[in-house]
């Protein structure tokens, strides 16, 4: 079964301090991997997504097959970056996209 | 273009009543998909619609629960026989096509007394 795992409820750094969010998956298959970011009253918006390879904000993410990874990084996190984040995986043959329980990220001044 | 609509933003009902919760996707999508957030949890798959279709309702409970996407109007998802475990936020999702973005609404926040 499809499945994504956030370790991370979450999460505090410092500004200026690297981030990484944690993110793995298990599916047999090819999936998609994106990151989802949901800022304090606003809707779920769209970070990233693997196959665009883009670095969105700062952030990055890296799909690592035989990890079975999608970990979420920043190097140099802002206050503005606190947020809650969710990794999502959908199977390429279908739309429906798999969440994690994610993680709440403060970034503390 | 307002993005994904969803209204009511906040729903009370209680055990026992109807619920029906109503999503515009963004002009031009007509894809929509349900998510339902329990408290604590991600967001789950409930079903995914194109106008007048349903795709894929594996997410959806098998009673109580439906879903339509009318050619005119917006999308229902329709909750009867409401339980206090029917509690949860409840997201909609559009999107132009099969593999594009999905753009998610604010969500209805529905609470069973």
């Known amino acids: 079964a499809q499945r994504v795992t956030q370790p991370e409820k979450l999460l505090s750094v410092f500004k200026g301090a690297p981030v990484e969010l944690k993110c793995n998956y298990s599916y047999s298959g090819s999936p998609e991997l994106f990151w989802y970011v949901q800022y304090s009253r606003q809707r779920l918006q769209l970070l990233l997504r693997h196959i665009s390879r883009e670095s969105i904000k700062g952030f990055t993410a890296d799909l690592n097959k035989g990890e079975t990874s999608f970990h979420l990084k920043k190097p140099f996190a802002q206050e503005e970056d606190s947020a809650m984040y969710y990794c999502a995986l959908s199977d390429q043959g279908a739309q429906k996209l798999v969440f994690g329980q994610g993680t709440r990220l403060t970034i503390n001044p | 273009n307002a993005g994904v609509m969803q209204n009511p933003r906040h729903l009370v009902r209680r055990r026992g009543q109807e619920a029906r919760l109503r999503c515009s996707p963004m002009k031009g999508h007509s894809h929509v998909y349900w998510y339902r957030q329990l408290p604590e949890e991600g967001l789950k798959f409930m079903v995914y619609?194109?106008?007048?279709?349903?795709?894929?309702e594996s997410g959806m409970p098998k009673e109580r629960f439906s879903a339509e996407f009318p050619k005119e109007g917006p999308s229902i998802l329709r909750i009867q026989q409401v339980v206090r475990g029917d509690s949860a936020a409840y997201f909609c999702?559009?999107?132009?096509?099969?593999?594009?973005?999905?753009?998610f609404g604010p969500g209805t926040r529905l609470t069973v007394l």
């Open positions: 619609l194109q106008k007048e279709n349903i795709i894929d």
């Open positions: 999702a559009s999107s132009q096509g099969m593999i594009a973005e999905q753009f």
